[in-house]
């Protein structure tokens, strides 16, 4: 049994995710520039970065924190706004493909090296701000403590019930399980997916070749997927009721999230029932639990 902490503005933050859009698993590559470039106080909780550059440096981006929005642009120009006097803004809009601004205002750009969609962008801006309105900055940031049940051996049996693996070859369908790890691959796939710490591997499905470590890792804390272009985690209590479906070889993760299975020895549809049969799991551990959506029906993807 475990105690999982959260608030509906990391797990917003969570579901509009894409690459260079870190939430809680933030590279300390990152988060040692942005506290000291983007101005942050020490009392400041950092939630969710934007990367913005092109070489990943963390130099400029934006920033969500416990207190509101900070951003610091491709020229050095640094800003801010709190939480409350953002919930009143009434428009958001991109101008030249790279200015946001607020209402009238422009703030910041979203130029450089990042790839996240400005339009997937101005929706969580708007989202954000609608969820303000309704419900109350308290709300937002909450600090909801829940137990949760997920477990090392239920995760384990899972997984266990889609390996194919045998002694004397290798897995004929890329999903190893608990000890069937090697030493070896595990200290690849931390150093790949960039852990922090031990997150309790619980069972790892390479979806590409022998060579590289893309793939989907199953751990104590919730799944992480990452290849060349995208890099995901959500921890299970959002995980569970996140939209997920096949299109031919693609598996695709709400907001337009395409996660490759095209080199995977395990079928599409077999991955599918995989992280189906997680997601029901993960919805029985939580069942009761509020969520954002809950809260906030999200459209259509959520």
């Not at 309105?133 to 997920?150: A, G, P």
């Not at 399980?177 to 031990?198: G, Q």
């Not at 989907?216 to 569970?240: D, H, M």
């Amino acid at each position: 049994m475990q105690d999982v902490k959260f608030n509906y503005l990391t797990e917003l933050c969570l579901r509009y995710q894409q690459h260079d859009f870190y939430v809680k698993e933030i590279p300390l590559s990152i988060l040692s520039k942005v506290d000291k470039r983007f101005e942050i106080p020490q009392n400041e909780k950092i939630i969710a970065i934007l990367d913005c550059t092109i070489l990943g440096s963390g130099k400029a981006g934006v920033c969500f924190t416990d207190k509101g929005i900070r951003w610091r642009s491709i020229g050095n120009e640094v800003g801010s706004i709190e939480w409350i006097e953002f919930s009143g803004i009434n428009q958001f809009k991109v101008q030249n493909e790279v200015e946001i601004y607020f209402d009238q205002k422009k703030v910041f750009l979203l130029g450089g090296g990042s790839n996240y969609p400005i339009p997937l962008f101005i929706e969580l801006l708007t989202t954000l701000r609608d969820v303000l309105k309704q419900f109350s900055y308290e709300l937002l940031l909450k600090q909801h403590s829940i137990s949760s049940s997920v477990t090392y051996n239920e995760l384990k049996n899972i997984s266990t019930l889609f390996e194919k693996y045998e002694e004397a070859f290798e897995p004929n369908n890329g999903l190893l399980v608990d000890k069937h790890i090697s030493t070896e691959l595990k200290k690849k796939v931390i150093k790949y997916f960039d852990f922090h710490v031990n997150k309790g591997i619980v069972a790892f499905l390479r979806t590409f070749s022998l060579k590289k470590i893309d793939g989907i890792v199953i751990c104590e804390n919730g799944i992480y997927l990452k290849e060349a272009f995208i890099s995901l985690y959500y921890p299970w209590y959002v995980f569970r009721n996140l939209p997920l479906y096949l299109l031919e070889d693609e598996l695709v993760i709400r907001k337009d999230n395409v996660f490759h299975l095209t080199h995977s020895k395990m079928k599409g549809s077999e991955v599918l029932l995989f992280l189906k049969k997680l997601q029901k799991h993960a919805n029985s551990v939580y069942q009761g639990v509020p969520s954002v959506i809950d809260l906030y029906p999200i459209n259509s993807k959520s």
